[in-house]
C-alpha cells in the first residue's frame, strides 16, 4: 500500500510546534516543581516540602503586599468594569457619530502606547498631585490601574453587546417598560456573562502589572508583584517560586474561567 | 492510458470503516471524454482524486501509460484538475493563475507568457488576463480555472463536477464548450458529475457508479438503452419496472409473459433462463392504446403538459405502482386523454430490458 | 444638545474622564517636561530648554566642548531595536509552524491548543521572566543538566546577554504572533493548497507562493504585536539583562532613578512613542493596502 499523499503536511512544522507548546511550559513547570523543593535551591531537587510557602505565608512583608494586591486589583476592576460598561453602551449599537473614533482611540490607547511611557507619565503628573495636595494614599494606583483595566474591560461587553438581540429590548419598551427598566431586566441579564468577564480579565490584568505600579507607586506601596522584582537582587530561593505559583494558579484559574464564560451562549 | 485495477479505497479503520471504492477497474483509453456517473457517495470523486494523487488505494493499483502511480506525489503527476470549487488563487491575476503551472514548471518566462496568451485565447478570456479573479463572474473563473489546468498541457484532465455552481443556461454553453476544448487539445478527460444528462450529452464513454463499486461502463447509447441492472435503468432517465415472466430466448430477444396475461418481446443479455425477472421500459419507448389493445391497463390518473411533451400517469390493474409514458406534443398527436380514462398500454417490438434482479 | 447626545456624554464620562486623568492627559505633560530644565534633585526647573531633546542623540564634550554622537544612548536604541526585530524574526521562525500545526488540526482540538498558548499569556508576564532566568542563570536548570552531562566543565554565562533577552522576550511575547496568523490561517482555504500541488509545486513552493501570501495580513500584525511591547519592554530586560544589557525602557527609567534627568526621560520617552506610533502607521498601511488588493 502506498504511503497517502497529506495535503497539509509540511515538513518539520508539527516538530517545531510540538517544541513550542514543550518549551511555554516547560520553565513554567520547573518553576512549580521547585517551589515543593526542601531545599533552598532551585535547580537542585532535595525532597518535597512545603516549607517556602509556610516561609512565604508568613512573611509580613508578602502578606503586606498580598493584601495591597487585591485591594488595587478590586477597586481597580470594580470602577474600570463600571466604566466600560456604560462606555460600551454608549458606542455599541449607535449610528455613526462624530467624536466616535477618538472615543475608540481614548479607550484602546493602553494597549497602543508602551506602558514604560504611561508609567513616566503618570509618575510625572501623580508627584505633581502629590506635592499639591500631600495625599499619598493607593487612590493613585487604583486610579492608573483602573485606566488600563478599561480596554480589557470593555472589549468582552462590546462584544455581548453586539450579539445581541435588538428585539428583546424593543419588544420590552414596547410592554411599558421605562428605558432604565428595560435595561435593568432585560439588557442587563443578558449581559451578565460579558460583565463579569470583562472583571475577571481586568482584575487579573491589575493583579499582574508591574511597570506602572513600580513608577506611580509610593514608598512602602510594594505590591505583589513589585516586591518580587525588588527581590531579583538578592539570592533567589524557591520563597519566590512559591508567590509565583499561588499567583500563576489565581490567573489560570480566572483566565480559564474567563475563556468558558465568553463562550457561552445566552 | 489510465489503467484502474482492482481498487479499494477504505477510509477510517475499525467499526467506523467506510468502503467508499470496492475493487474497481476500468480502463481509460487515449483522447477519450470519460465520465464517472453517480449519485453522491458513490466514489466517483475518490477514484478522481486517486488519479490525481490526493487519496491513494488502500488495495490495488492505477497505472498512466503503464507507470504505476502509486507513492507519486501530486506534483509529479502528468494530471491536472478543475477542481468543483475552481480553487482559483485570490492573490493572483487571472494570467498569473493560468501560468502558475508552467512557473512551477521553471519554464521560461517568455514561453510561459506565449503559453497564457494561448490558453486565454482558447476559453475565450483574453481581455479580462489582468483581472483579480475576485472581479470576474462565475462563468469567467470557470474558464479561468480550465485555462489553468489545460496549460501544462496534461496527459489526463480530471474534472470534478466544474459546471454544478454554473446556472442553467451557462451549463448548456459549457458543456459544449467543453466537448470543443477536448475535441481541439486532444488530451484524455475524465468528468465526474452527478447528472445523468450532462453525463450524455457529453461523454464518450460512462462509468456509472453506485455505493463504491461499478454498475455499468459504455457509450452513452448503450447505458441509456441497455441499463446493466436496475440501479443503471433508474438513474439514468425515467424508467418503468415490471414483473414479468421470461419464457423463452434467441439471441437478445427475449419472450416474456406480463402479469396481464400478455406476452411481449423485450431486450436481455446475458443468463436467458426461464423465471422471474423484472421489465425496464422508458416513458417514450411506449404509447397509450385502447384499452383491449394494450399489453397493459389502468386508469390515467394525471396528465401532465411540459411544453414539449405532455406526461401520462397510468394506475396499472395487475400491479401496484404507476407506469409513466411520455408523448410528444406534435400537431398530428393523437387522441386528447383526460384524467379518469381507461387506458391500455401497448409496448413497441423489443421496447423494454430485462433485467435480472 | 439633544437626548441622545446628553445621555451618550453622561455615560461616557466615566471613562473618559479616567482614561484622561491616568492615561492621555500626562502624555501632554510629558511633551511639557521633555522642554524644561532638570533639577538638582530630581523634578525640572520651569526653564524652557531643548537640551533634553538635543541630548536624545548628541553630546557636548563636558571638557572641550566638542560635539558628538551620544554614543551610550545611540547604543541603546540600536540594541533595542535589534533586538526587537530579531524578536520579532524567531517569534515567527517558531510561531508560523505553530500556528500552521493547530490550524490543521480537527476543528474541535483547535480551540484546545489555542488555550494552551493563551494561558501562559495571561498569566504573569514578571513570573514567566522569572522562570526563564530560572532555567538559564549560572546554578540553573540548563547548566546543572549540563555540567552533570559532562558537556561542560564550567556553567555556560547566558544570563545577563543579548542572548537571553531574545530568548526570554520570544517566550513572553509569543502568542503575539500566534494569534493573528492563526485568525489568518483558520480561514484559509486548503483546497487551494491541493490546487498548488496538482499544477507541479512542491511543499516549499506551496508554502512560499499560495500559503503565505495569503497569511501574510497576519504575519505583518504578529510581528507589529510583537515588535512594539519588545521596544519598550522593561521588566524582562531589567530581569534578563540585570542592568548590563539596558533597552529604551531601562534607560528612561535611569534617567528618572539614578539620574535625575526628568527632561530628557520625557525627550527619550516620547521618542519611542514616536517609534511605536511609526511601526503602528506602517502595519496599518500594509493592512489597508491587503484589503484593497483583495477587495
Known amino acids: ?266 | 492510458m489510465i489503467d484502474i485495477r482492482e481498487v479499494t479505497k477504505v477510509f477510517g479503520a475499525g467499526s467506523d470503516a467506510f468502503r467508499a471504492l470496492d475493487r474497481v477497474s476500468v480502463t481509460i483509453r487515449q483522447n477519450e471524454f470519460f465520465t464517472l456517473l453517480g449519485p453522491s457517495g458513490c466514489g466517483k470523486t475518490t477514484l478522481l482524486r486517486m488519479i490525481a494523487g490526493f487519496e491513494g488505494p488502500t488495495e490495488g493499483t492505477i497505472l498512466l501509460d503503464g507507470d504505476d502511480l502509486a507513492g507519486k506525489p501530486p506534483y509529479e503527476r502528468p494530471v491536472n484538475t478543475v477542481f468543483q470549487s475552481y480553487a482559483l488563487f485570490p492573490h493572483m491575476s487571472v494570467a498569473e493563475n493560468v501560468g502558475f503551472g508552467l512557473r512551477m514548471l521553471g519554464r521560461p518566462k517568455d514561453e510561459i507568457a506565449a503559453t497564457v496568451r494561448e490558453m486565454l485565447a482558447l476559453v475565450r478570456m483574453s481581455e479580462l488576463a489582468e483581472r483579480q479573479t475576485a472581479q470576474i463572474s462565475g462563468g469567467q473563473q470557470q474558464r479561468v480555472a480550465l485555462a489553468r489546468a489545460l496549460a501544462p498541457r496534461p496527459k489526463v484532465l480530471l474534472l470534478d463536477e466544474p459546471l454544478s455552481a454554473l446556472d442553467f443556461k451557462l451549463r448548456k454553453e459549457m458543456q459544449l464548450e467543453l466537448k470543443r476544448l477536448q475535441n481541439e487539445t486532444g488530451i484524455t478527460f475524465v468528468f465526474v458529475t452527478h447528472d445523468q444528462e450532462e453525463a450524455l450529452t457529453m461523454s464518450d464513454r460512462i462509468a456509472v457508479m453506485n455505493a463504491g463499486r461499478i454498475r455499468q461502463i459504455g457509450v452513452p447509447r448503450e447505458i441509456y438503452d441497455h441499463p446493466a441492472d436496475r440501479f443503471v435503468a433508474d438513474f439514468i432517465g425515467d424508467t418503468n419496472f415490471l414483473s414479468a415472466e421470461l419464457t423463452a430466448r434467441t439471441g437478445d430477444t427475449a419472450t416474456l409473459r406480463l402479469p396481464s396475461g400478455r406476452t411481449v418481446e423485450a431486450r436481455a443479455q446475458g443468463d436467458g433462463t426461464p423465471g422471474k425477472v423484472t421489465l425496464a421500459v422508458r416513458p417514450e419507448h411506449a404509447e397509450l392504446a385502447p384499452p383491449e389493445e394494450g399489453a397493459l391497463t389502468g386508469t390515467l390518473t394525471e396528465v401532465v403538459y411540459s411544453g414539449t411533451d405532455t406526461h401520462y400517469h397510468v394506475a396499472l390493474d395487475q400491479e401496484a405502482g404507476l407506469f409513466v409514458l411520455r408523448r410528444q406534443n406534435r400537431p398530428d398527436a393523437g387522441p386528447a386523454h383526460q384524467r379518469g380514462d381507461r387506458v391500455g398500454i401497448r409496448l413497441g417490438a423489443v421496447a423494454g430490458q430485462v433485467l435480472r434482479d | 444638545m439633544d437626548a441622545t447626545t446628553r445621555s451618550r456624554a453622561l455615560l461616557l464620562a466615566p471613562a473618559l474622564f479616567i482614561l484622561t486623568v491616568a492615561a492621555s492627559g500626562p502624555l501632554l505633560i510629558v511633551f511639557v517636561y521633555s522642554f524644561l530644565t532638570p533639577g538638582d534633585y530630581g523634578g525640572v526647573v520651569w526653564d524652557f530648554s531643548t537640551q533634553a531633546w538635543f541630548n536624545v542623540i548628541a553630546e557636548r564634550d563636558f571638557f572641550t566642548e566638542e560635539l558628538g554622537w551620544a554614543d551610550a544612548h545611540l547604543a541603546v536604541f540600536w540594541r533595542s531595536i535589534k533586538l526587537s526585530l530579531l524578536t520579532a524574526l524567531l517569534s515567527f521562525l517558531v510561531g508560523f509552524p505553530t500556528a500552521y500545526f493547530i490550524a490543521t488540526r480537527p476543528r474541535r482540538s483547535r480551540d484546545m491548543w489555542m488555550l494552551l498558548i493563551m494561558i501562559p499569556f495571561w498569566t504573569n508576564l514578571l513570573i514567566r521572566t522569572f522562570a526563564i532566568m530560572e532555567l538559564i542563570r549560572n546554578e540553573g536548570t540548563i547548566n546543572t543538566v549540563l555540567i552533570a552531562m559532562g558537556l561542560v566543565t564550567a556553567p555556560v554565562q547566558m544570563l545577563y546577554t543579548e542572548f537571553s533577552l531574545l530568548v526570554g522576550m520570544t517566550y513572553v511575547y509569543l502568542p503575539l504572533m500566534i494569534l493573528p496568523i492563526y485568525a489568518s490561517m483558520e480561514r484559509f482555504d486548503f483546497r487551494l493548497v491541493e490546487a498548488g500541488y496538482d499544477l507541479y509545486a512542491s511543499r516549499w513552493q506551496v508554502l512560499r507562493r499560495i500559503i503565505f501570501p495569503l497569511v501574510k495580513p497576519g504575519v505583518i500584525a504578529g510581528s507589529i504585536l510583537v515588535f512594539v511591547p519588545c521596544l519598550g519592554a522593561y521588566v524582562t530586560p531589567r530581569v534578563l539583562g540585570g542592568g548590563k544589557q539596558i533597552m529604551l525602557g531601562n534607560l528612561i527609567e535611569l534617567q528618572f532613578g539614578q539620574l535625575r534627568n526628568w527632561p530628557l526621560g520625557a525627550a527619550l520617552s516620547l521618542t519611542l512613542l514616536v517609534i511605536v506610533m511609526v511601526a503602528l502607521l506602517i502595519y496599518v498601511r500594509a493592512a489597508g493596502g491587503e484589503e484593497a488588493r483583495h477587495g
Open chain 1, 1 to 266: 500500500m502506498a504511503r497517502p499523499f497529506e495535503v497539509t503536511r509540511q515538513p518539520g512544522f508539527s516538530a517545531i510546534a510540538i517544541a513550542c507548546f514543550v518549551l511555554l511550559y516547560l520553565p513554567i513547570v520547573l518553576l512549580v516543581i521547585y517551589s515543593f523543593n526542601a531545599g533552598e535551591s532551585i535547580s537542585q531537587w532535595e525532597g518535597f516540602s512545603l516549607r517556602w510557602y509556610a516561609s512565604a505565608w508568613e512573611n509580613e512583608q508578602i502578606q503586606a503586599a498580598t493584601i495591597r494586591s487585591v485591594v488595587i486589583a478590586t477597586g481597580a476592576s470594580l470602577i474600570a468594569t463600571s466604566a466600560a460598561v456604560l462606555a460600551a453602551l454608549a458606542t455599541t449599537r449607535t449610528a455613526p457619530w462624530r467624536g466616535r473614533t477618538i472615543v475608540f482611540a481614548l479607550v484602546n490607547q493602553p494597549l497602543m502606547v508602551p506602558e514604560i511611557v504611561t508609567a513616566v507619565a503618570l509618575l510625572i503628573f501623580f508627584s505633581m498631585i502629590k506635592v499639591a495636595t500631600g495625599y499619598t494614599g493607593l487612590w493613585y494606583l487604583i486610579l492608573a490601574h483602573a485606566a488600563f483595566c478599561i480596554p480589557f474591560a470593555y472589549m468582552p461587553v462590546r462584544a455581548r453587546l453586539q450579539g445581541m438581540d435588538l428585539s428583546l429590548e424593543q419588544a420590552g419598551a414596547d410592554l411599558y417598560g421605562t428605558p432604565v427598566k428595560v435595561f435593568r431586566h432585560i439588557t442587563l441579564p443578558q449581559l451578565w456573562p460579558g460583565i463579569l468577564a470583562g472583571a475577571m480579565l481586568a482584575f487579573v490584568i491589575s493583579l499582574d502589572d508591574v511597570v506602572i505600579t513600580e513608577f506611580v507607586k509610593s514608598a512602602g506601596q510594594d505590591t505583589l508583584p513589585t516586591y518580587m522584582l525588588g527581590q531579583i537582587r538578592r539570592t533567589i530561593t524557591p520563597e519566590i517560586n512559591a508567590i509565583s505559583t499561588a499567583l500563576l494558579a489565581v490567573s489560570i484559574l480566572l483566565v480559564t474561567a474567563f475563556f468558558f464564560i465568553s463562550r457561552t451562549r445566552k
